[in-house]
Antibody
Framework: QLQLRESGPGLVKPSETLSLTCTVS??????????WGWIRQPPGKGLEWIGS???????YYNPSLKSRVTISVDTSKNQFSLNLNSVTATDTALYYC??????WGPGTLVTVSS | ECVLTQSPGTLSLSPGDRATLSCRASQSVGYNYLAWLQQKPGQAPRLLISGASSRATGIPDRFSGSGSGTDFTLTISRLEPEDFAVYFC?????????FGPGTKVDLK
């Protein structure tokens, strides 16, 4: 059974870079023919798509975040990662990784605060 | 960008009732790649329906999806107590992928 799990710091300082990794088990990113994505949800609010990557490395981003986001994939480790730079308090959210649209990780809360 | 609008914002119903949730897109959803997700408090979203009408593995048949193009519907034929939750639609047919704002189904 496919499982995804997010990992990374739960607290990031303003202006710094938020870095998260999604580890996939029970299935392979390589050759999957799926997009692997990052989604976030501020406390008490809706879902916001951040971006997705294909196993080939082709990535697509939310235009509102594009200037600050990089998503990369490491098929040898069966992982993909999110970097979001120049963070502010508005980037505080639950961050989910997913094999879109059908499998989600449990999410990890990232708080931006000094 | 394909903007998704969901209605109603809140649906107040009783167990055993039929629930009808709407998702409208600002442009035709590519390949009808429209998903419905359920989210309960403190949990990650769970896929119910993909491709507008295909139930995900393990999803009870009281959940059904329909529609195409710009108008989509999720129907819960008879609400069970565990169905009271927030439901989101997502289009994954064109980039950027987008989510609707959600419909909360709560207890009347």
């Amino acid at each position: 059974q496919l499982q995804l799990r997010e990992s990374g710091p739960g607290l990031v300082k303003p202006s710094e870079t938020l870095s998260l990794t999604c580890t996939v088990s029970g299935g392979s990113i390589s050759g999957s023919n799926y997009y692997w994505g990052w989604i976030r949800q501020p406390p008490g609010k809706g879902l916001e798509w951040i971006g997705s990557i294909y196993d080939s490395g082709s990535a697509y981003y939310n235009p509102s975040l594009k200037s600050r986001v990089t998503i990369s994939v490491d098929t040898s480790k069966n992982q993909f990662s999110l970097n979001l730079n120049s963070v502010t308090a508005t980037d505080t959210a639950l961050y989910y990784c997913a094999r879109e649209p059908n499998a989600w990780g449990p999410g990890t809360l990232v708080t931006v605060s000094s | 960008e394909c903007v998704l609008t969901q209605s109603p914002g809140t649906l107040s119903l009783s167990p055993g009732d039929r629930a009808t949730l709407s998702c409208r897109a600002s442009q035709s959803v590519g390949y009808n790649y429209l998903a419905w997700l359920q989210q309960k408090p403190g949990q990650a979203p769970r896929l119910l329906i993909s491709g507008a009408s295909s139930r995900a593995t393990g999803i009870p048949d009281r959940f059904s999806g329909s529609g195409s193009g710009t108008d989509f519907t999720l129907t819960i034929s008879r609400l069970e107590p565990e169905d009271f939750a927030v439901y989101f639609c997502q289009q994954y047919g064109s980039f950027p992928f987008t989510f609707g704002p959600g419909t909360k189904v709560d207890l009347k």
